[in-house]
């Protein structure tokens, strides 16, 4: 039964009247408003690597704000992106559960993940997809989706495109931020940070609390007679810094730190269906990179360097079996990077870089692997009038398991002024690294055996389209078509005793869209992405890639205090297995998911906020055998003040 004022709501809020008397004279914060409407254009560095005016771009790319973010009161990073175009996301039930990205069609391994040039991917996932679940969205400054096979600039598993997060940049006065939320499903959240600049230094630093509860992912009529069923409930808290320092007029160092601890409580599967007992999964996740970066001869050459590291640490406890099943995961990565950016003259600009990463894989006592890669990447910007534009870049890694692989790519643009016309496409290869799971994690008490002799995978994908702006960009629209051919896909042989590079697949698809400002205070936009993906061994389409997926976002600011967003997306149906993956060609039903949300500033540093989740209670399974949550019904309060302004107060106290 939903209950839409459970008791963390109620303790949410006797915290905020506790609350508002003691910040009630604090200075309002920038971020509590929503900013004015941009007049320069948006800048794109994940496409070419540096930062590049939207419009210069031939490749298909989609920005996600802070501002975007916290209108939609979005929560999580499956959340940001559930709605963009070519993107598919798949989450097994609740917060928590495995997220997958299917972009423009390729499998959920084939998309490379930034956090802060950190690459976020597990050395010890068994196929090195990224599960999206666990990243939490409260001090993202912007997500860029970049579209299209992009190996020739960031190497392996970018078969189907890139995701870079950005996270926060402390600047300006010394600030505190806070943020109590409650609601349905034991909803209970909370955040607190601190950042600022500080004569050469900045510094952002966040905690963020997130828990959802009473989530019931198991559908009834998988659940054999006679055993319980039990809701899903998640827990994760993520500790992140981003500092910074300038120690000199041109050089100047920084480092960025995340922890990631949570807890999952849900329902696995035996030969019966669904367990009795829930299972529970703990991961402890660990990213940071630090970089110096250089700028020599007035400008015309600018380089960085960077040293990251990562550490996956995941249990997974199954109480069903005596004696309890318990299966450690334990995957780390340490990456040495550098890059040079050459102004070789008013336009031209040659970027070159270098990589080495270690990755290792120590699942068990007995199951020890690594792998080296070594890459080196050369990259010509270009412009010419302030018409033409484009970007070639080559790049070849060498890998002491599976040899090297040279991959490149070309993305040219035109701007035709008069008409707000631009015209755009580009062309390149990708490829997937074979894992260190598939390499070496044999399992010969169930005769399956690992396949060191693995190939890369493989893809050649092209785009084309056009974007219009007409009336001072108060309308935009456009449509792009996209083509991708992949090969060496690995895959079960024959008798399932092992891998092989047997697979081959072809996707292809349109993303169209409208943008529409009718008035100031009112933007509309509207997405649609049609995805044919196909297995061309089996002649079948490939799971979990609907042919139609929409969606309509709509803001409106209606006084300089409050404002409404709302959004609807629709997921037409798709191919997909059961929840056991015994039967295979399933089709699912097509479902439609509202959301709206509203905030109000009510001065000195305090914004009141809430949302709906899930407006019209669709009860939906995405992927199948996996229920979703219905309405929810969320809301809180964000507090931003200047310490400064606290002080008069403080010594009044004193007196």
């Known amino acids: 039964m939903l209950r839409l004022v459970p008791l963390p709501l109620r303790r949410l809020s006797a915290a905020v009247a506790l609350l508002l008397p003691a910040f009630a004279n604090f200075a309002v914060a920038d ?200 809701p899903d409930s998640y827990d994760n808290k993520t500790y992140s810094a981003k500092l910074g320092a300038g120690l000199t007029d041109n050089f100047d160092v920084g480092v960025v730190a995340r922890y990631i601890d949570t807890s999952l409580h849900s329902t696995g599967d035996d030969f019966l269906g669904p367990e009795a007992i829930p299972s529970n999964s703990d991961n402890h996740e660990l990213f940071t990179r630090g970089t110096a970066h250089l700028v020599l001869f007035d400008g015309a050459f600018e380089q960085t360097a960077g040293i990251g590291y990562t550490d996956y640490n995941r249990r997974l406890l199954d109480p069903n079996t ?3 099943s318990q299966s450690l995961f334990r995957g780390d990565r340490v990456k040495a990077d550098w890059q040079g950016n050459l102004k070789l003259m008013p336009g031209q600009v040659l970027t070159i870089g270098a990589e080495h990463q270690l990755d290792e894989l120590r699942d068990t006592p007995t199951v020890t692997a690594q792998m080296n890669n070594d890459a ?18 080559l790049r070849y890694d060498g890998n002491d398991r599976f040899g090297g692989k040279a991959t490149y790519r070309v993305a040219p643009a035109v701007l035709i002024p008069e008409t707000g016309t631009k015209l755009k496409a580009s062309v390149g290869t990708g490829f997937k690294a074979p894992t260190l799971d598939e390499l070496f994690d044999s399992l010969p008490q169930f005769n399956f055996f690992a396949n060191p002799n693995l190939k890369p995978e493989t893809s050649l994908g092209y785009d084309a ?35 092989a590079n047997i697979g081959r697949a072809t996707t292809s698809g349109a993303e169209v869209f409208a943008a529409v400002k009718p008035w100031e205070p009112l933007t509309l936009r509207a997405d649609y992405t049609y995805t044919y993906a196909k297995d061309d061994i089996a002649d079948t389409e490939l799971t979990r890639r609907p042919k139609h997926k929409a969606s309509l976002n709509a803001t409106w600011q209606v ?32 479902y439609t998911i509202a959301n709206i949300s509203g905030s109000y500033d009510l001065g000195h540093g305090i914004t009141a906020f809430a949302r709906i989740n899930n407006l019209l209670d669709r009860h939906y399974q995405d992927p199948i055998g996996f229920l979703h949550q219905g309405l929810g019904v969320f809301g809180g309060l964000k507090i931003a003040f200047n310490p400064e302004d606290v002080k008069p107060y403080l010594s009044a106290d004193a007196k």
């Open 31 to 230: 971020e509590t408003s929503l900013p004015v409407p941009e007049t320069l254009p948006t800048l794109v560095v994940t496409a070419t690597r540096l930062p590049t005016p939207e419009d210069q771009l031939g490749s298909s790319v989609s920005v996600v704000t802070s501002a975007d973010i916290e209108r939609k009161q979005e929560r999580t990073l499956p959340e940001i992106l559930q709605d963009l175009p070519g993107l598919n996301v798949v989450q097994t039930g609740s917060p928590g559960g495995v997220a997958s990205i299917f972009m423009r069609g390729t499998n959920a391994n084939h998309v490379k993940v930034y956090i802060d040039g950190i690459d976020v991917s597990d050395p010890s996932a068994s196929n090195g997809a990224v599960d999206f679940s666990q990243f939490l969205a409260s001090d993202i400054e912007r997500v860029e989706v970049l579209r299209g096979p992009q190996s020739g600039l960031y190497g392996s598993d970018a078969i189907g495109g890139v995701i870079n997060i950005i996270t926060k940049t402390g600047s300006g006065p010394p600030q505190l931020r806070a943020s109590l939320e409650g609601g349905s499903f034991d909803t209970f959240n909370q955040s607190l940070g601190a950042s600022g600049a500080l004569s050469h230094l900045n510094y952002n630093l966040n905690f963020t609390h997130f828990h959802s509860g009473d989530t019931m992912v198991t559908p009834l009529e998988l659940v054999p007679p006679g055993r319980r069923v039990n």
């Open 322 to 324: 005596p004696p309890v």
């Open 376 to 393: 080196g990447f050369a990259q010509l910007q270009s412009s010419f009038g302030e018409r033409l534009f484009n970007t070639v870049s």
């Open 465 to 499: 389209g056009f974007e219009e702006a007409l009336l001072d960009k108060r309308v935009q629209f456009g449509a792009t078509y996209f083509h991708n051919d992949i090969k060496n896909l690995i895959s079960f042989n024959n008798d399932f005793t092992s891998y």
């Open 559 to 590: 006084t300089a205090a409050a404002s409404v967003t709302a959004s609807v997306t629709y997921v037409g149906s798709w191919i997909d297995v059961n929840r056991s993956g015994s039967i295979s060609g399933l089709k699912s039903t097509p």
